[in-house]
Structures are given as C-alpha cells and as structure tokens.
C-alpha cells in the first residue's frame, strides 16, 4: 500500500511542475500589447517605374517627407540601397526607408499609396514591428 501512495504522490508533484513550467513558458512568450507599440517601416524605391529613371534622392525625400507628415507625427528616414534577383540578373534601387511610430495600417497604406503615385512606384515594401517606445 506504501508503495501505491508514494507512485500517487510523486505522479501529482510531476502534473504540477508540468503544469507551472507551462504557466513560465506561457509568460515568456506572452505578446503583451500592452507593453508594445506598432511600428512601420516604408521601402520607397527611387527608380520611376515608367521612366526608368532614378530619381534624385533628396528630391524624393522632400516629396514623401511631405507625404508623410499627413499622416505622422515625426519619422526617421534613410537611404539605402537594395537589390533583388530579376531572371539570372540582380537588380539594383536606392530607396527611402522610413521608421514611423504611432500609425496604424491604413495610415501606412495612405502614405504608400501617395507615396507610389508621386513617385511612380509599382510597390513600397511595407514591414510592421511591435517595440517599445518612449520619447525621453
């Protein structure tokens, strides 16, 4: 009988550290949004699709930076270069990258959708990311 109540025991204390060590890794991988703000990032190309010109970066920039403000307080933005495979070729396009925190979707879409308009963009890469924010 001893034996029968110590497997009884040792079964419960095995359920419960199953069970807690469950609860640890639920709160770790918890998505807290309350803890988290949406963050976009636009990849706008400077290459006119129609044209096939490059547009000078500046200029771009003072054009979407416009855009922008519609619908955002603030932004960062840089340039950089990027570049994706086209058939056996790579292809190559400056692009404006703006960081923009505190919109949502359909405010990103509004800034794309100017943005692809003015400067003749067949698609802006839009990326979205949950951070956390403070302006200190």
Do not use: C
């Amino acid at each position: 009988m001893e034996n029968s109540n110590l497997i009884k025991i040792i079964a419960v204390v095995l359920v419960v550290e199953i069970i807690l060590a469950g609860a640890v890794v639920a709160l770790f991988l918890k998505d807290d949004g309350a803890k988290g703000e949406d963050s976009y990032t636009l990849y706008v190309g400077l290459n006119d699709y129609i044209t096939h010109e490059d547009y000078d970066p500046e200029y771009a920039a003072n054009i979407v930076d416009h855009i922008v403000v519609k619908y955002a307080d603030g932004f960062t933005r840089y340039l950089a270069n990027g570049g994706w495979v086209e058939g056996t070729d790579i292809t190559y396009e400056k692009s404006l990258v703006y960081v923009i925190a505190g919109i949502d979707l359909e405010k990103a879409h509004g800034i794309a959708d100017e943005a692809k308009k003015a400067l003749n963009q067949s698609s802006i890469l839009i990326t979205l990311s949950k951070q956390q924010v403070e302006f200190y």
